[in-house]
């Protein structure tokens, strides 16, 4: 039952990885190769605001996975996760 939880917390932040590769092929199919560094100075704003939503829906998306699964505050997946290993190490019967 634990592993099950484990998987399932972990599932919810991966599911920004599809959706940031996603954004990741608009960026190069709007942009081209060379927009995927994240400069910002690729004219202005209303020549560019594609490229632009697209690259800060990027960086959103990661931000979120990171924030989520990293953070360990328990209504977040890390936290879940961190009670799951606490409660694994100070239940074991030695």
């Known amino acids: 039952?634990?592993?099950?939880?484990?998987?399932?917390?972990?599932a919810g932040p991966l599911t920004h990885i599809p959706m940031a590769?996603?954004?990741?092929?608009?960026?190069?199919a709007i942009?081209?190769?060379?927009?995927?560094?994240?400069?910002?100075?690729?004219?202005?704003?209303?020549?560019n605001f594609g490229l632009y939503?697209?690259?800060?829906?990027?960086?959103v998306n990661i931000a979120l996975m990171a924030f989520n699964l990293v953070l360990p505050v328990y209504p977040l997946d890390?936290?879940?996760?961190?009670?799951v290993i606490d409660d694994e190490i100070?239940?074991?019967d030695d």
């Open 90 to 92: 100070l239940c074991r």
């Open 78 to 83: 890390g936290g879940r996760i961190l009670l």
């Open 1 to 10: 039952a634990r592993v099950e939880q484990i998987k399932i917390s972990i």
């Open 31 to 47: 942009g081209g190769a060379d927009a995927i560094g994240f400069t910002f100075n690729n004219g202005p704003l209303s020549e």
């Open 53 to 59: 939503v697209c690259k800060q829906a990027f960086l």
């Open 21 to 28: 590769l996603i954004w990741l092929g608009l960026i190069v």
